[in-house]
């Protein structure tokens, strides 16, 4: 009996999820090794080249951890970041692959979330009330 080969599932680019991290990214960093400065002020010590791969999809399966420290350094929703990953793993917006029901109420989910600058925009807002303070002194 002949041997089978393994199959290995392929891994599929996440699009939106990197898409989603690059948008946010651009609002903090106009470049990959800027943001390799900001990440690391928030304990994310990557390369640009981890941050090139995160924005075009090739890292699909970031911890917790690691989405919690893009947050605090993008200033992008932790929801927002989970929701275009389970978008994308899970191929929500394919209706090949599921219901228009289904698409209905990822989309309702979608609905309920910040804006993907509501953190960083309350971030900025706080720093520039310290400046004004700090120039009143």
């Given at each position: 009996q002949p041997l089978r080969s393994k199959r290995y599932k392929r891994r599929q680019k996440l699009h939106h999820f990197g898409e989603t991290v690059k948008s946010?990214?651009?609002?903090?960093?106009?470049s990959q090794q800027k943001a390799v400065e900001v990440l690391a002020r928030h304990d994310l010590k990557v390369s640009q080249?981890?941050?090139?791969?995160?924005?075009?999809?090739?890292?699909?399966?970031?911890?917790?951890?690691?989405?919690r420290k893009i947050e605090a350094a993008y200033g992008i929703d932790?929801?927002?970041l989970?929701?275009?990953?389970?978008?994308d793993k899970y191929r929500l917006n394919d209706p090949g692959f599921v219901s228009n029901a289904?698409?209905?109420r990822w989309n309702a989910v979608e609905r309920l979330m910040p804006g993907p600058a509501a953190a960083r925009g309350k971030e900025?807002?706080?720093?520039?009330?310290?400046?004004a303070n700090a120039m009143l002194l």
């Open positions: 946010a990214r651009e609002v903090v960093s106009a080249s981890w941050v090139a791969q995160l924005e075009t999809g090739r890292i699909t399966d970031p911890d917790p951890e690691t989405l932790y929801d927002r989970v929701y275009a990953l389970i978008c289904t698409r209905s900025l807002r706080h720093e520039l009330g310290q400046r």
